[in-house]
């Protein structure tokens, strides 16, 4: 067995890709505060420390401490290689993220009620495992939901959710 595999899989991404990768974002993101500060101004005023003072600080620290992460990743290179996640893991991951990311998307797009009814019906028709659920759920559970929401949140508590251009087309909502 090679360094880089779990036993009963195939290694999709090893320890020491996911340590540089996480540095490398945390790095950048370190970076970003710290110009953004900059900008702002990062000495202090008769009043005390500029708006940037503390956010420049603080994205030191995080460039620091991802660099010192890189540095440490490098020195053991060997020893990280092993499996960090494989790839069916991986694959079942991605198949609730990516989902959930067309769900971000489509409400934007659709509105709540519409992305929320699609999501909801998507799930439960692509369920995986043992449960199968009929059409007819793949339906109305969805349509209940979306109902249910849209009765508590628009007409009992009057606190109206986001409904999109398509739905605003026909009048209702926003």
Same mark, same amino acid.
């Given at each position: 067995?090679?360094?880089?595999?779990?036993?009963?899989?195939?290694?999709f991404?090893?320890?020491?890709?996911?340590?540089?990768?996480?540095?490398?974002?945390?790095?950048?993101v370190?970076?970003?505060?710290?110009?953004?500060?900059?900008?702002?101004?990062?000495?202090?005023?008769?009043?005390?420390p500029?708006?940037?003072?503390?956010?420049?600080?603080?994205?030191?620290?995080?460039?620091?401490?991802?660099?010192g992460?890189?540095?440490?990743?490098? %020195?053991?290179?060997r020893?990280? &290689? #092993?499996?960090? /996640?494989?790839?069916? *893991?991986? =694959?079942? +991951?991605?198949?609730?993220? !990516?989902?959930?990311?067309?769900?971000?998307?489509?409400?934007?797009?659709?509105?709540?009620?519409?992305?929320?009814?699609?999501?909801?019906?998507?799930?439960?028709?692509?369920? %995986?495992?043992?449960?199968?659920? &009929? #059409?007819?759920? /793949?339906?109305?559970? *969805?349509? =209940?939901? +979306?109902?249910?929401?849209? !009765?508590?949140?628009?007409?009992?508590?009057?606190?109206?959710?986001?409904?999109?251009?398509?739905?605003?087309?026909?009048?209702?909502?926003?």
């Amino acid at each position: 067995m090679s360094t880089n595999q779990e036993p009963g899989g195939r290694s999709f991404i090893t320890v020491r890709a996911a340590e540089l990768a996480v540095a490398a974002f945390t790095a950048i993101v370190g970076a970003v505060v710290m110009h953004g500060s900059y900008e702002q101004g990062i000495g202090w005023e008769d009043s005390g420390p500029q708006s940037g003072y503390f956010p420049f600080y603080i994205g030191m620290i995080m460039l620091a401490a991802s660099l010192g992460t890189i540095v440490l990743t490098l %020195k053991d290179w060997r020893a990280l &290689a #092993r499996s960090f /996640v494989e790839r069916a *893991p991986f =694959a079942h +991951v991605m198949s609730v993220f !990516l989902p959930v990311c067309v769900y971000g998307v489509a409400i934007r797009l659709l509105g709540m009620y519409i992305a929320s009814l699609l999501f909801i019906g998507w799930f439960m028709w692509h369920a %995986k495992g043992e449960v199968r659920h &009929a #059409r007819w759920k /793949v339906v109305v559970v *969805p349509a =209940a939901v +979306v109902l249910a929401s849209y !009765l508590i949140f628009e007409r009992w508590f009057q606190v109206p959710l986001y409904n999109g251009p398509l739905l605003a087309h026909f009048g209702i909502g926003q």
